[in-house]
C-alpha cells in the first residue's frame, strides 16, 4: 500500500517564475492538504482540497493556488515566486471528515534563488 | 486562528532519562492534538495523539496530557534512547472534518548516549 508520494523531491527555481508541486494520496483517502514548512519551523497549512473544491484556506497570498483531481491526487501552483517561498512542500492525506491521522508525504524542497 | 507555543526549542537529555515538551493552545474550539516526529530530511510522523474528551493517554513509553482549562498539553518520554533525537511538533485542531492542523514551532531533542 503505497503512502503519501510527492514530485519533485527537489527543485531549484529563480525569483518571478511559477513552480508546479504534485501529489498522490494514500489509497483509500480523499482529502489532500498542503503545508509549507520552512527551515527550523512548525508546517504552516496552506490549504486543502475534497472533491476537487478548495474547502479551506490558510493565511497565504493567492499566488498559491491548487487543484485536485478526480483521482484524489493535487497539485500545488506557485506564482510569481519570492525568495522567501523557499521551503520544504508537504502534502498530506486523510479521509474527509473523519477523525483519524493525517498522513504526510516526503515533501518538495524548493530553493528560490 | 489558533495560535499554538512549544517550549522549549532545544532540549538535551541523558539516555535513559524522561524528556517533557510543552505546548499551549490558543483558541477553545480546538479539541484534537497530535504530536509528530520529524526526522531530519524526513516526513512528520504521528506518535501519539489526544481529543478534549481525554485527560491523559499513553502508548509505551509515550505519553500525552491534556489539561483544557488552562489549554495546555505535554508529551512525556520516558527512558529516553539514542533514536528518540528528532524535532518535535505538536498541533491542535477543530477537527471539523477540514483537518487543518495550526503546528508549534518544534523542539529538537537530543538523547545523549
Known amino acids: 500500500d503505497a503512502g503519501v508520494t510527492q514530485s519533485p523531491t527537489h527543485l531549484i527555481k529563480t525569483r518571478g517564475q511559477q513552480v508546479t508541486l504534485r501529489c498522490s494520496p494514500k489509497?483509500?483517502?480523499?482529502?489532500v492538504s498542503w503545508y509549507q514548512q520552512a527551515l527550523g519551523q512548525g508546517p504552516q497549512f496552506i490549504f486543502q482540497y475534497y472533491e476537487e473544491e478548495e474547502r479551506q484556506r490558510g493565511n497565504f497570498p493567492d499566488r498559491f493556488s491548487g487543484h485536485q483531481f478526480p483521482n484524489y491526487s493535487s497539485e500545488l501552483n506557485v506564482n510569481a515566486l519570492l525568495l522567501g517561498d523557499s521551503a520544504l512542500y508537504l502534502c498530506a492525506s486523510s479521509l474527509y471528515g473523519q477523525a483519524g491521522e493525517l498522513f504526510f508525504g516526503e515533501g518538495s524542497r524548493l530553493t528560490v534563488l | 486562528g489558533e495560535n499554538v507555543e512549544q517550549h522549549p526549542s532545544t532540549l538535551s537529555v541523558q539516555e535513559g532519562d524522561s524528556a517533557v515538551i510543552k505546548c499551549t493552545y490558543s483558541d477553545s474550539a480546538s479539541n484534537y492534538f497530535p504530536w509528530y516526529k520529524q526526522e531530519l530530511g524526513k516526513r512528520p510522523q504521528l506518535i501519539i495523539d489526544i481529543r478534549s474528551n481525554v485527560g491523559e493517554k499513553k502508548d509505551q513509553r509515550i505519553a500525552v496530557t491534556l489539561n483544557k482549562t488552562a489549554k495546555h498539553f505535554s508529551l512525556h518520554i520516558t527512558e529516553t534512547q539514542p533514536e528518540d533525537s528528532a524535532v518535535y511538533f505538536c498541533a491542535a485542531s477543530m477537527r471539523t472534518g477540514a483537518n487543518n492542523l495550526f503546528f508549534g514551532t518544534g523542539t529538537r531533542l537530543t538523547v545523549i548516549p
Open positions: 489509497s483509500g483517502h480523499d482529502t
